[in-house]
């Protein structure tokens, strides 16, 4: 059996089974992370028919028996870290794709580790016993099949493909495995009667552009013959900063929608100023009530880490949207600051930039000698002072 040296590592049901092993009390049992809506759920969750996002009162009537647990960021975070160590310990070319998966290469260890399967079993036992966590990995040649291996794994396991068999792997898969094929895709794909990988790699590349278009077409054939020539890239920095809030189902009033808002935005900006980074492209992203959600975002003719900067741009594209969240309840607000890189801060609105950032140094400081909850922002109390339009107009 010939192996690929390409690993797609994924912790399973991250947010839930970070609860799961810090309260022992909800381990075995299924466990929701949310407030008004299911952020995450287990896989004794998932197995009873939850599923996310969906309503929490939804969720409770397919699942009666389920314990729901607001979430803690901050600790999926540490939890986050703590497997992207042992990831780092294993192999230097380590390439993150979000907070709880990441690829791996490792054709270089085999003199000194073994085999990719060996390798990817040692990984899987270190993330179990010095982050208490499960996960699942994936072993094959490319980067697309590493990661349906992991996904056709789980939960909790291992699976290796073998280049010599990876195309009777790939080809039995249903459509929708393919990277690009969504609903739309494969409604299309429905209607010709292709259900398969390997009725689209039947296919002459001209019919599969027909049916799909140049672009699409030529993509999903060339996923379908297995080629995929991206190489595990490591170095690369997060091209965004973001952080998100659950709001429950419950309504809430503009204060308190403001007030979460600063807080988001002071997480941001702190964690950016913290590895020198700043950002140019401000957007919020807003989940209602029916589930729809809608993103909104605003390019700054500078980059900046400053608080005050990104709260007013961040506030001005809620106050735009803020009929449609009376319209349809807002049941998750998230911050994110775009098109991040090393360039120093550069202020970007007519704020006082001298005050400014010095406040953001002096908060900063303290934070970091005595913890993120020493030093809570609050709206200006200074009328004088250049502060925010509010939400809804006076």
Same mark, same amino acid.
């Given at each position: 059996?010939?192996?690929? &040296?390409? #690993?797609?590592?994924? *912790?399973?049901?991250?947010? =839930?089974?970070? +609860?799961?092993?810090?309260?022992?009390?909800? %381990? !075995?049992?299924?466990?929701?992370?949310?407030?008004?809506?299911?952020?995450?759920?287990?896989?004794?969750?998932?197995?009873?028919?939850?599923?996310?996002?969906?309503?929490?009162?939804?969720?409770?009537?397919?699942?009666?028996?389920?314990?729901?647990?607001?979430?803690?960021?901050?600790?999926?975070?540490?939890?986050?870290?703590?497997?992207?160590?042992?990831?780092?310990?294993? &192999?230097? #070319?380590?390439?993150? *794709?979000?907070?709880?998966? =990441?690829?791996? +290469?490792?054709?270089?260890?085999?003199?000194? %580790? !073994?085999?990719?399967?060996?390798?990817?079993?040692?990984?899987?036992?270190?993330?179990?016993?010095?982050?208490?966590?499960?996960?699942?990995?994936?072993?094959?040649?490319?980067?697309?099949?590493?990661?349906?291996?992991?996904?056709?794994?789980?939960?909790?396991?291992?699976?290796?493909?073998?280049?010599?068999?990876?195309?009777?792997?790939?080809?039995?898969?249903?459509?929708?495995?393919?990277?690009?094929?969504?609903?739309?895709?494969?409604?299309?794909?429905? +209607?010709?009667?292709?259900?398969?990988?390997?009725?689209?790699?039947?296919?002459?590349?001209?019919?599969?552009?027909?049916?799909?278009?140049?672009?699409?077409?030529?993509?999903?054939?060339?996923?379908?013959?297995?080629?995929?020539?991206?190489?595990?890239?490591?170095?690369?920095?997060?091209?965004?900063?973001?952080?998100?809030?659950?709001?429950?189902?419950?309504?809430?009033?503009?204060?308190?929608?403001?007030?979460?808002?600063?807080?988001?935005?002071?997480?941001?900006?702190?964690?950016?100023?913290?590895?020198?980074?700043?950002?140019?492209?401000?957007?919020?992203?807003?989940?209602?009530?029916?589930?729809?959600?809608?993103?909104?975002?605003?390019?700054?003719?500078?980059?900046?880490?400053?608080?005050?900067?990104?709260?007013?741009?961040?506030?001005?594209?809620?106050?735009?949207?803020?009929?449609?969240?009376?319209?349809?309840?807002?049941?998750?607000?998230?911050?994110?600051?775009?098109?991040?890189?090393?360039?120093?801060?550069?202020?970007?609105?007519?704020?006082?930039?001298?005050?400014?950032?010095?406040?953001?140094?002096?908060?900063?400081?303290?934070?970091?000698?005595?913890?993120?909850?020493?030093?809570?922002?609050?709206?200006?109390?200074?009328?004088?002072?250049?502060?925010?339009?509010?939400?809804?107009?006076?």
């Amino acid at each position: 059996m010939t192996e690929g &040296t390409v #690993l797609h590592a994924d *912790l399973d049901a991250f947010f =839930a089974s970070v +609860e799961q092993r810090d309260d022992p009390a909800l %381990r !075995g049992r299924p466990v929701i992370v949310g407030g008004g809506v299911v952020v995450a759920a287990s896989y004794e969750a998932k197995r009873r028919g939850v599923r996310t996002p969906s309503n929490i009162r939804q969720a409770r009537r397919v699942c009666p028996e389920a314990v729901v647990v607001p979430p803690r960021f901050e600790a999926y975070t540490e939890a986050s870290r703590a497997v992207f160590e042992v990831f780092r310990d294993t &192999t230097p #070319l380590v390439e993150a *794709l979000s907070i709880d998966e =990441a690829f791996l +290469e490792v054709g270089g260890l085999r003199k000194i %580790r !073994g085999a990719p399967s060996a390798i990817a079993a040692r990984l899987r036992a270190d993330v179990a016993e010095r982050v208490g966590l499960p996960i699942s990995v994936g072993v094959a040649r490319t980067k697309y099949l590493a990661k349906i291996a992991s996904a056709s794994a789980k939960p909790n396991g291992l699976l290796v493909v073998p280049v010599e068999d990876e195309l009777t792997f790939l080809h039995a898969l249903p459509v929708e495995r393919l990277w690009g094929v969504g609903a739309v895709t494969a409604a299309k794909l429905h +209607e010709q009667h292709v259900s398969t990988v390997g009725q689209i790699a039947a296919m002459e590349l001209r019919e599969a552009q027909s049916l799909l278009g140049k672009a699409v077409g030529s993509h999903l054939w060339a996923l379908a013959q297995g080629h995929d020539p991206r190489r595990v890239e490591t170095g690369k920095r997060r091209g965004s900063m973001g952080a998100q809030h659950a709001l429950g189902s419950a309504p809430r009033s503009p204060e308190e929608i403001e007030a979460i808002l600063l807080g988001l935005v002071d997480r941001v900006t702190s964690r950016m100023r913290k590895v020198d980074r700043t950002g140019s492209v401000v957007t919020i992203r807003l989940r209602f009530g029916d589930f729809g959600s809608s993103t909104a975002s605003h390019t700054l003719p500078r980059p900046t880490s400053h608080t005050a900067t990104v709260l007013e741009v961040s506030r001005h594209l809620l106050r735009e949207r803020w009929p449609e969240v009376e319209r349809r309840g807002l049941t998750l607000i998230g911050v994110s600051v775009g098109q991040v890189d090393d360039a120093p801060p550069q202020l970007a609105l007519p704020l006082d930039a001298t005050s400014g950032s010095q406040l953001d140094d002096a908060i900063d400081e303290v934070r970091g000698k005595f913890g993120r909850a020493s030093v809570q922002r609050g709206a200006p109390a200074d009328q004088h002072q250049r502060a925010p339009q509010p939400i809804l107009p006076d």
